[in-house]
């Protein structure tokens, strides 16, 4: 369980002094009631709200090589953290484990990235073009292309994508949108091979 920051453990302590209950103050900064039990009788100890000094193992790792290991793991995503702690040498030119390569990974964020894998689609894709806005733009194509003088730079075409576009009469648009109950049909019956739309 992620620790409490000093900022959250000192507003914890304030609202406490302000007459807060243990269970209103953790649901207001969201953490376990416990928690907030264990700050309180820890401040009225020691007067503090600071982590009291420990006895732990020291980070066979620093920031430095913290960094290291997520760009060797950001370069190669599928390689396994044996690779990973293979290639990298952390204090006094020890080796790091597996373990603490993974550990570190999933501090950063960086969990494990696996191949994807899917189903292969070997069948083709038949009536691509069924979409009625695939005719619109056939159409807009078909009036740019007989645009005289053809556009010779982006800023002609884009002009004439906008006149052709807005010159489109409304009831073309309607007429494709309605046909699409025919061309479903037709679809169908073909097997989703060639229509005649």
């Known amino acids: ?28 900064l969201n953490v376990h009631f416990s928690s907030i039990s264990r ?25 430095a090589l913290e960094l290291h290991i ?3 793991h950001l370069q190669g995503r599928l390689k396994p953290a044996t ?12 080796r790091i484990s597996a373990q603490t390569v993974r550990n570190r990974l999933r501090e950063a964020h960086l969990d494990a990235c ?12 038949y009536s691509l073009d069924m979409s009625p806005i695939e005719h619109v733009w056939d159409a807009l194509d078909r009036r740019i292309r007989q645009h005289v003088p053809v556009p010779v730079n982006i800023q ?6 906008e006149e052709k576009w807005t010159n489109i009469p409304q009831a073309t648009i309607n007429n494709l949108i309605n046909s699409m109950r025919g061309r479903c049909v037709a679809l169908r019956e073909a097997n989703g091979g060639h229509t005649r739309y």
């Open 156 to 161: 002609q075409l884009r002009t004439s994508i």
């Open 114 to 125: 696996h191949p994807h894998r899917g189903l292969d689609l070997t069948a083709s894709a």
């Open 1 to 28: 369980m992620p620790q409490m920051s000093q900022v959250l453990r000192e507003r914890a302590i304030g609202m406490l002094t302000a007459g807060m209950s243990t269970r209103a103050v953790a649901r207001e």
């Open 39 to 63: 700050l309180q009788r820890r401040f009225r100890e020691y007067g503090s709200t600071s982590n009291r000094p420990h006895n732990r193992r020291p980070r066979v790792t620093t920031p």
């Open 70 to 72: 997520q760009h060797l």
């Open 83 to 94: 690779r990973t702690a293979a290639a990298t040498i952390g204090l006094h030119n020890q």
